[in-house]
């Protein structure tokens, strides 16, 4: 099942006394903020949505300044809060290119058919995301995503093909 919305930061302090909160983004393009007109604020379990009245940036963090937040209490009360958004809000993917949330839990199989176990985590490493998949055991194997290794992703009926190479397992 695709996933409905999108975690794109987390509100970490206050900034200023007019109402502006530090966010922490989950994103490597943070003007990307700036084609948001609202975004969704899980507070107590609940989806909020705010209106985005101003964004300014603080060295890696972005500034939010919503409407109806106009003071440093109000701004308070929203501290730890993650920030999602629609998934219909995000950007068009290039080609090959997919949703990390949309990866994790996804069965992982040799080509010859053989289940690896599940994709658990991805990070990166610079040169590439390492895939990080792990058995029923509760054992990682850690895949780079190369096309030599990682040779099919099939959203649709939900696998992900690979091809070991010698020395990665």
């Given at each position: 099942m695709k996933q409905e919305y999108f975690e794109i930061g987390q509100i970490v302090n206050t900034f200023g006394i007019k109402g502006f909160v530090k966010v922490n983004p989950f994103t490597d393009d943070l003007e990307r903020f700036e084609e948001l007109d609202s975004v969704f604020v899980v507070k107590n379990k609940e989806l909020i949505e705010m209106k985005i009245e101003e964004i300014k940036y603080h060295k890696n963090l972005v500034l939010i300044k919503f409407k109806g937040i106009e003071d440093i209490n109000m701004a308070e009360k929203y501290k730890g809060c993650y920030?999602?958004?629609?998934?219909?809000a995000t950007r068009k993917l290039p080609k090959d290119t997919y949703f990390i949330a949309d990866?994790?839990?996804l069965p992982v199989y040799e080509e010859n058919g053989n289940l690896l176990g599940k994709l658990d985590d991805i990070y990166n490493n610079?040169?590439?995301?390492?895939?990080?998949?792990?058995?029923?055991?509760?054992?990682?194997?850690?895949l780079p995503s190369t096309k030599e290794v990682i040779k099919q992703i099939d959203i649709e009926n939900e696998k992900i093909v690979v091809h070991l190479i010698d020395g990665l397992i």
């Open positions: 920030i999602k958004i629609k998934r219909e990866l994790i839990g610079k040169s590439h995301d390492i895939y990080v998949v792990k058995d029923g055991l509760g054992k990682q194997i850690l």
